[in-house]
């Protein structure tokens, strides 16, 4: 297993100026940290790819929240907005029964990160990386090894391995949610997570 964390930290010693960056950003509370940090090193556009989030009601607040976030800190940062897929659920429901962290959100990782990084290429952006791995209920293995693979086929956009939550980012982004006030969503996006969510809401 790599230390996604350590790779991350040579990856920045080796870079000179301020390289383009696109990065995938899931919710405004996941890039609080990740943002601070990769500013210090990158030009970042954001990449708000998320049609997992069910409903659509709920991906516009999340995406509400991340633009008033960025306006807050006035952080004059392009965050690119692809179109809502209405068919993305059916995408993931052959793992519909399957435990949250398997092989469902591995499936939406890598539909969301591979259309990030088509417009990373497109738009010949030097680095790609995504806030996912700040989560602790998401598999930063999961996460690095897709994005390890996407590099290997396409090539020409480096991926950034990195673990987010580590050197104590995770307590540090914690904190930020917390100084901002912003809305903190209660599920992770996808119909299906929607369902548990409401059923141990509804157990408890």
Do not use: W
């Amino acid at each position: 297993m790599n230390n996604y964390n350590e790779l991350f930290k040579k990856e920045l010693e080796k870079i000179e100026g301020r390289p383009s960056l696109l990065l995938h950003v899931c919710c405004g509370p996941c890039s609080m940290y990740p943002l601070e940090l990769l500013s210090k090193t990158f030009d970042i556009t954001i990449y708000y790819g998320n049609s997992n989030i069910f409903p659509y009601e709920e991906y516009q607040k999340r995406l509400d929240t991340l633009l008033e976030y960025l306006a807050s800190i006035n952080k004059d940062i392009k965050v690119i907005i692809p179109e809502y897929d209405d068919e993305y659920q059916k995408k993931l429901s052959e793992y519909a029964n399957v435990k949250e962290g398997m092989q469902r959100c591995a499936k939406c990782y890598g539909l969301r990160m591979l259309e990030a990084y088509r417009y990373a290429i497109n738009n010949n952006f030097a680095y790609f990386t995504t806030v996912m791995s700040i989560s602790n209920h998401k598999n930063a293995n999961y996460i690095n090894y897709i994005g390890s693979l996407l590099e290997k086929k396409f090539g020409s956009v480096r991926y950034l391995y990195a673990d987010f939550k580590k050197d104590g980012g995770i307590d540090i982004n914690r904190i930020m949610n917390k100084e901002a006030k912003i809305y903190e969503q209660e599920y992770c996006g996808c119909v299906y997570s929607l369902r548990d969510y409401f059923q141990k809401k509804t157990c408890a």
